[in-house]
């Protein structure tokens, strides 16, 4: 191992359940993983109207886990009077999460073809200029030599 590369610990568990109370109320777990995943999460689970609190913290830079809280709460004008369980509310953060990147994936590899065009466009037009003020200057000092003679 040289001196420039780091090694970044691995979490002891892939994910971890806390909390001993009413299922509404949890706390995950999720090993090597951080702000990243986090923050999107919490993102997406507080755009859920069935969701009454969605945190997330990484306890120390130097651990790989990130804690993400959720907290649920039964809807007014529902028949169900009990608040849904904290883990099937994650599930579902979950999978709106991987369907937004899937679209986002999507949007990006469609761009793609667009953007490689335009590219080749201005490294074209790059390309013409430099050649155009390489041979304005070479006349440039032809002109100078001229005078000099």
């Known amino acids: 191992m040289s001196v420039n590369e780091v090694r970044l610990p691995k979490a002891e568990e892939d994910f971890i359940i806390r909390g001993t109370g009413p299922p509404h109320s949890r706390t995950f777990c999720i090993g090597d993983e951080d702000h990243t995943i986090g923050n999107a999460l919490r993102h997406v689970l507080i755009q859920n109207e069935r969701v009454g609190f969605a945190g997330y913290s990484v306890p120390h830079p130097s651990e790989p886990v990130?804690?993400?809280?959720?907290?649920?709460?039964?809807?007014?004008n529902s028949e169900d009077t009990e608040p849904p369980p904290a883990t099937d509310l994650l599930k579902e953060a979950c999978e709106t999460l991987s369907q937004q990147c899937d679209v986002v994936m999507a949007k990006l590899q469609a761009a793609l073809p667009r953007v490689k065009k335009d590219?080749?466009?201005?490294?074209?037009?790059?390309?013409?200029?430099?050649?155009?003020?390489?041979?304005?200057?070479?006349?440039?000092?032809?002109?100078?030599?001229?005078?000099?003679?």
């Open 119 to 149: 590219r080749d466009f201005v490294e074209r037009k790059n390309m013409e200029m430099a050649r155009k003020q390489a041979a304005e200057e070479e006349q440039q000092e032809e002109g100078e030599e001229m005078m000099e003679e």
């Open 66 to 76: 990130v804690q993400i809280r959720v907290q649920t709460v039964a809807l007014p």
